[in-house]
């Protein structure tokens, strides 16, 4: 087994993975070990926005048209209503977590980046990490193990400012998209969203706080998804995992920082986890360059605040009965508004105008609740404060 490398990266998903790339870019000497063989998979939406496709370019990596399925927007369906939004610029995709894995280590082999498979690193040393039982020195040691990260613990960096977690469930389908966007179904306890793919398949993912609601009972829940896919072959097995949330205090620790899932997680409804990850690995690669931590640790806050926001945001769109209505009926009421939001959540618009939609979003709610006489003479800012508190603990943070 090889004895030194410069970085040591420990855990070879996409985070690891990208941390990997970015490091190589920069002319490191990286070593990834993972415990599991390529590809790797993991249950998802499977789907890579304007801003994530422009990240993992950042990378060197291009998703080939025939590995990916192309989509122009959001749909957000509840019961029989509908709204939608084109991005504001570029596309997205839908692309099988397999095919990214694939596309990615073989571009990180292309760099150089050397990797131990099927590897059990058992713990950290003074100089190094120990791994299937012999020492391997490092200068630096990245964590991408996940977001039940043992690397975390070992550091010490578990405290957090808040945590929260869900519940997702993945399988797909041979089926024909029906629509150039991702859909976003709201059923009563749940949400279910729909990526194309394929030409002839989707990735379907119910989440939900309740970790024993499998796909089955949840599409039962939501006829309009149930009907589409109904009759057809599943093209995987249903996987599950849990989505968590989570805002830690530190991701550095001297020599090691931590990236992707390890370091914190949005809530998987953004789809912003990828583009995140990747955002991540190339500051954490400008601090390992610079030979010092801190100025990763301070990119890290920057990056988490608007997918973090706008995971706050759509949740609170999807809250069940009267409020969902509600929010439904704003966007209805001012189609341009889902328009802004969706620019903001792929980074087409700034901290201000984002709290500015928020305040007219939750304005909109209120005032879809009341007579609109009982609404004259206040402003968005004077009615949405309530509606605006899951949003504090972030800001705050």
């Not at 422009?54 to 990378?59: G, K, P, Y």
């Not at 150089?112 to 039982?133: A, M």
């Not at 953004?270 to 955002?279: A, K, M, N, P, Y």
Request: hydrophobic share 45%; charged share 25%; net charge positive.
């Amino acid at each position: 087994m090889m004895r030194s490398t410069e970085v040591c990266v420990v855990g070879g998903g996409p985070a690891g993975l990208a941390a990997a790339i970015a490091a190589r870019r920069r002319g490191f000497d990286v070593v990834v070990a993972d415990s599991m063989l390529p590809p790797i998979d993991k249950p998802c939406g499977e789907g890579l926005m304007p801003d994530g496709l422009a990240a993992l370019s950042t990378l060197g990596i291009q998703i080939p048209a025939s590995e990916a399925f192309v989509f122009r927007g959001i749909r957000f369906v509840n019961e029989e209503k509908s709204v939608e939004a084109n991005f504001p610029h570029g596309y997205a995709v839908g692309v099988r977590r397999t095919v990214l894995h694939r596309i990615m280590v073989e571009h990180a082999a292309a760099l150089g980046v050397r990797f131990l498979w099927g590897s059990v690193v058992s713990g950290l040393e003074r100089d190094g990490i120990r791994v299937n039982g012999e020492i391997l020195k490092a200068r630096w040691i990245i964590g991408a193990d996940g977001s039940q990260s043992r690397v975390r613990r070992w550091a010490g960096l578990d405290a957090h400012w808040w945590k929260d977690c869900r519940y997702a469930f993945r399988r797909h389908y041979r089926v024909a998209p029906w629509s150039q966007y991702m859909e976003l179904h709201w059923g009563p306890d749940c949400q279910i969203y729909v990526t194309p793919i394929a030409a002839d398949e989707v990735c379907v993912v119910v989440m939900s706080r309740n970790p024993k609601l499998r796909l089955d009972e949840a599409l039962s829940c939501v006829p309009s998804v149930e009907r589409r896919l109904r009759g057809k072959e599943g093209a995987s097995v249903e996987r599950g995992a849990a989505t968590v949330t989570r805002k830690l205090r530190r991701v550095t620790n001297g020599r090691l920082a931590l990236v992707g899932d390890a370091s914190g997680g949005v809530d998987a409804i953004t789809g912003e986890g990828l583009r995140l990850t990747f955002c991540q690995a190339a500051e954490l690669a400008n601090s390992l360059a610079e030979g010092r931590l801190d100025g990763y640790e301070q990119a890290h806050r920057r990056l988490f605040w608007r997918p973090a926001l706008m995971g706050q945001l759509t949740l609170l769109l999807g809250q069940p009965g009267k409020l969902r209505r509600r929010a439904m009926q704003a966007l209805e009421r001012e189609p341009s508004l889902l328009e802004r939001i969706l620019a903001a959540h792929v980074g087409d618009a700034s901290h201000s105008q984002m709290a500015k939609d928020a305040a007219s979003l939750a304005w909109g709610m209120l005032s879809a609740a009341v007579p609109e006489k009982s609404c004259a003479g206040l402003s968005a800012p004077a009615r949405a404060p309530e509606l605006l508190k899951p949003f504090r603990k972030i800001s705050n943070a």
